[in-house]
């Protein structure tokens, strides 16, 4: 089947300006991540969306850094005002609710913003 | 201090060997295990997941978790050059928890 989907797969953007980056989870998937991967730290949480609960938005670095779900699907990372530290490879992953190996998250390509 | 560290190698082996990878967590509420590969350019895929202490075999890969010790293991059997990618350990607490990822081995096996 489909695997999670993310747009678009390169952005390339000047400082100051605001990027939006999409995921596609995986169909039936109820929750849904944010990672941002860069060299310097790792692959890092940003964001988690389960089902109607009030998302965990406990790694966000920023208050330039939100992210939205609609639907209970698709999802939008959105960084205002970039600047060159955000420069990074942005992950989406999803799981299916449920215990033992359903409680897998399952990673998209990503999306590697450059901010020049 | 990082919550799960991992050597970053770069860790070089003949094809047909055993490959060894650890990573040490900090934190004891973590409860469950993973351990990801990841291709150049490519998102990180599961190769094996467990819960709590113990060993798991799933063909060529085998992790073990120490709990006591606050360990985690992957071993790669007959390593083949198609194994050469960046190995990523993570941890988190209850089911459906962020993971807190270790930085990641490169391997390379050499033909």
């Known amino acids: 089947g489909a695997g999670v989907s993310q747009s678009p797969s390169n952005k390339v953007t000047e400082k100051g300006k605001d990027v939006e980056l999409r995921c596609d989870p995986i169909?039936?998937?109820?929750?849904l991540y944010w990672y941002r991967q860069s060299l310097g730290q790792g692959l890092e949480f940003l964001i988690y969306?389960?089902?109607?609960?009030?998302?965990?938005k406990s790694g966000l670095p920023s208050d330039r850094f939100s992210a939205e779900r609609t639907g209970g699907s698709v999802s939008t990372l959105t960084i205002q005002r970039t600047q060159q530290e955000d420069s990074a490879v942005y992950l989406c992953?999803?799981?299916?609710?449920?215990?033992?190996?359903?409680?897998?998250?399952?990673f998209g390509p990503g999306t590697r913003l450059t901010v020049l | 201090q990082k919550e799960v560290e991992q050597d970053p190698g770069p860790l070089s082996v003949p094809e047909g060997a055993i490959v060894s990878l650890n990573c040490t967590y900090s934190?004891?509420?973590?409860?469950?295990f993973m351990w990801y590969r990841q291709y150049s350019r490519k998102g990180p895929e599961l190769l094996m997941y467990?819960?709590?202490?113990g060993n798991k075999e799933d063909g060529r890969f085998t992790a073990q978790v120490d709990k006591s010790s606050k360990y985690i293991s992957l071993f790669i059997r007959d390593s083949q050059p198609s194994d050469s990618a960046t190995y990523l350990c993570?941890?988190?607490?209850?089911?459906?928890?962020?993971?807190?990822f270790g930085g990641g081995t490169r391997v390379l096996v050499k033909p």
């Open positions: 169909s039936g998937h109820t929750a």
């Open positions: 934190n004891s509420a973590f409860q469950y």
């Open positions: 993570a941890s988190h607490r209850a089911a459906g928890n962020k993971l807190t």
């Open positions: 992953a999803s799981r299916k609710r449920g215990g033992g190996n359903t409680d897998t998250q399952y």
């Open positions: 969306f389960q089902g109607n609960s009030a998302p965990d």
């Open positions: 467990t819960y709590s202490s």
